[in-house]
């Protein structure tokens, strides 16, 4: 059995205590946010990925540093890696809630929403195949947006598991319907295999749509935790 643990924070102040944890590239893209609340979520997600692989790999948050390189252009806003430790890190972020997966290795992808605001019709559009937006029909306007980010983050959770993120077409893949269990039906892209990928929606928190996806066929348990720094 898999294990993995998905943490969950509000954002942190931009505080001396934090941005310290940051290294100079990270203060690079940290800087580079123009609205407080951005630089906030980032700085956020990037301690608490520190603090998380520092308590697996037994050192302290301080010593982590995290190898993002982007696969496709090389710039370090890719995925953090920590590079030859039995560990991978998934980071998402929306609005007030900041969240990192973690396993022992394990390839994963953790995607949160806020599911308060209204599903348009072009990012059906753009992100759902026929099948699926056929389950959307008749649904009034907060259904919908229930319905369609369940399947927005299930789908990017996927696709961040690759580590190729939304440079996969998300109507490449199918899904199970928005109310059933969570699952990858058919793939179009080689990189995900419906045999070989695990899918499952998580809590997180009212007004809020979250799913993580792995890259296996083991079972995997799932625990939702809360971090308080
Ligand atoms: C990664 C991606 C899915 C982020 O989606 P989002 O909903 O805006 O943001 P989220 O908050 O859920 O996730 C952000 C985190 O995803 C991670 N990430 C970045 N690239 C990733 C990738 N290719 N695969 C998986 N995770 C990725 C990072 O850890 C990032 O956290 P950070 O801000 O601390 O660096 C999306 O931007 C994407 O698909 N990017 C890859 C393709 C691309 O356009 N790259 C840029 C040009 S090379």
Request: proline share 5%.
């Amino acid at each position: 059995m898999i294990e993995c643990t998905v943490w969950w924070s509000s954002p942190l102040p931009n505080e001396p205590k934090y941005l310290e944890l940051l290294d100079s590239l990270e203060k690079g893209r940290h800087e580079a946010y123009r609205q407080e609340i951005d630089q906030r979520r980032f700085l956020t997600g990037r301690v608490l990925a520190k603090t998380v692989a520092a308590e697996h790999l037994g050192t302290t948050a301080d010593k982590i540093t995290f190898d993002a390189t982007c696969d496709d252009c090389g710039k370090p806003h890719g995925v953090p890696r920590v590079p030859g430790a039995a560990l991978a890190l998934s980071i998402s972020h929306s609005g007030e809630m900041i969240g990192v997966g973690v396993t022992a290795g394990t390839k994963l992808g953790l995607d949160v929403e806020t599911a308060t605001r209204r599903a348009d019709d072009s990012l059906i559009e753009y992100a759902l195949n026929p099948a699926e937006m056929a389950g959307l029909a008749g649904l009034g306007a907060e259904a919908r947006a229930t319905a369609f980010f369940t399947y927005w983050t299930r789908k990017e959770a996927l696709m961040k598991a690759t580590g190729r993120g939304l440079k996969i077409p998300l109507k490449a893949i199918t899904l199970s319907k928005y109310d059933e269990q969570a699952a990858l039906l058919n793939s179009e892209d080689p990189a995900l295999d419906p045999a070989g990928t695990r899918l499952e929606d998580l809590k997180a928190g009212e007004g809020y749509r979250a799913a993580v996806a792995f890259l296996t066929s083991d079972d995997v348990s799932v625990t939702e935790r809360w971090w308080t720094p």
